[in-house]
């Protein structure tokens, strides 16, 4: 009994302790006009603290003020985080050295909940392995690119296009971020195992599954904003708070995943399917993958692939389009110069609104951030030392925007 109330009085009083430093020590009006103080013991987390709400802007910042683009972000009890947005320290990281980092213990536990051991979460043989699987001959054919064109046709101009078209008439606002999510969402997920959320049908329903997921992921990613893990874990093993809620969520989402898995073996077992011409996991399942836990891992691979990166690059493309008119003239010219229906091989000749793209993904990349652990003792290119088990977190969000007006560098593609 003892043992509980100390438990609980230490993860109570923690976080508000910390929130007592943060108004103590922390500026009310977060800057990244100059580095972070370094603190004995705290090193710099008062000042992640106060950028908790614009991190990632916040720690591109960072590695701009830094002439090698790498930045040492110093965390309590001497641990140490390296950002960088150097192309060099990048192209070492994730490639020239990608044996000697990986995503990690912390990483993996951290998401452990959600992403089980899908291939987002897992390294070495298992990463491997859920790569040549996904790069196999079965998923690379003539007929899933047809089935790919086919899924969003369809999505296209029955859901999104009528939708649009029907909010210019009405002179109806729409969050344009929540429409690409339900259009991509509806997207992968009949691409992907065949099921058809309509997420994006005309009255815009709410869809448990989709919700459920954004949560649970919301939830899984702030177990980082802990000082440190062992709080989330107390949270965990006594079932409140937050932990709680992930549990619930979670168990909604693999039970919604396992259901998804069922159905599809159900419908192999009658013959009701061809290899030729259905869904990933189909495919995947006929290729003799029977461990249910391993396939659900999967399908809610396919779906954080999937969704969040699709949906971000297309809001932040659309946003950076309103704001310079004449790529967004040059890109309706280009389209307009397409048949009605374009297939794949009209539109990858589309170049100027290929590379309109490219250049939205270099300023604002679908994923930010990508964090490596390096598993042993290294030097990056720019002199930086890396000890075992420092945390690498890769910014390409700054390379992309260091010295460039986005108007200017749009327009001038």
Not at 5 to 12: E, G, P, T, V, Y
Not at 42 to 61: E, H, P, V
Not at 259 to 274: P, Y
Request: net charge neutral; aromatic share 10%.
């Amino acid at each position: 009994m003892e043992l509980t109330a100390s438990l609980f009085l230490f993860l109570f009083l923690l976080p508000l302790l910390f929130l007592v430093l943060v108004f103590l020590n922390v500026s009310p009006s977060p800057s990244s006009d100059k580095l972070p103080k370094i603190y004995p013991l705290k090193g710099s987390s008062f000042a992640l603290l106060a950028n908790l709400k614009r991190r990632i802007q916040w720690t591109s910042d960072l590695i701009q003020l830094s002439p090698t683009a790498t930045y040492v972000l110093h965390r309590p009890l001497g641990l140490r985080h390296v950002f960088t947005g150097n192309p060099a320290t990048v192209q070492h990281i994730l490639k020239t050295n990608f044996s000697s980092y990986q995503k990690g213990d912390v990483f993996r536990s951290t998401f452990r909940d959600i992403l089980g051991d899908g291939i987002f979460n897992v390294d070495g043989d298992s990463w491997k392995f859920q790569r040549q699987q996904v790069s196999s001959h079965e998923f690379n054919t003539k007929s899933l690119r047809k089935f790919v064109e086919t899924v969003v046709d369809m999505v296209l101009n029955d859901r999104l296009i009528p939708l649009l078209s029907e909010a210019a008439r009405k002179g109806t606002i729409l969050d344009m971020q929540d429409i690409l999510q339900r259009f991509t969402f509806d997207n992968i997920c009949k691409i992907a195992f065949g099921y058809d959320p309509a997420c994006l049908s005309p009255s815009l329903p709410e869809e448990k599954f989709a919700e459920a997921f954004e949560e649970a992921a919301n939830l899984s990613s702030q177990r980082f904003y802990f000082p440190f893990p062992i709080i989330w874990r107390i949270k965990r093993k006594f079932d409140i708070g937050s932990e709680k809620r992930l549990r619930i969520i979670v168990s909604e989402i693999r039970e919604f995943a396992r259901k998804i898995v069922k159905d599809k073996k159900r419908e192999q077992l009658n013959g009701n399917s061809s290899l030729e011409s259905v869904d990933l996991l189909s495919r995947f399942l006929s290729s003799g993958h029977s461990d249910e836990e391993f396939v659900i891992d999967i399908v809610i691979s396919f779906i954080l692939a999937g969704r969040d990166t699709t949906s971000a690059a297309l809001t932040w493309y659309f946003w950076l389009l309103s704001r310079t008119p004449r790529v967004e003239n040059e890109v309706i010219r280009e389209i307009k110069a397409k048949s009605e229906a374009p297939v794949y091989e009209d539109v990858k000749d589309m170049v100027y609104t290929h590379a309109s793209l490219c250049e939205s993904m270099r300023f604002y990349p679908p994923v930010p951030v990508d964090t490596k652990e390096a598993i042993c003792d290294d030097i990056l290119p720019d002199g930086t030392a890396i000890k075992k088990r420092h945390k690498s977190r890769i910014s390409p969000i700054r390379d992309g925007q260091v010295g460039e007006d986005m108007g200017t560098r749009l327009g001038g593609v």
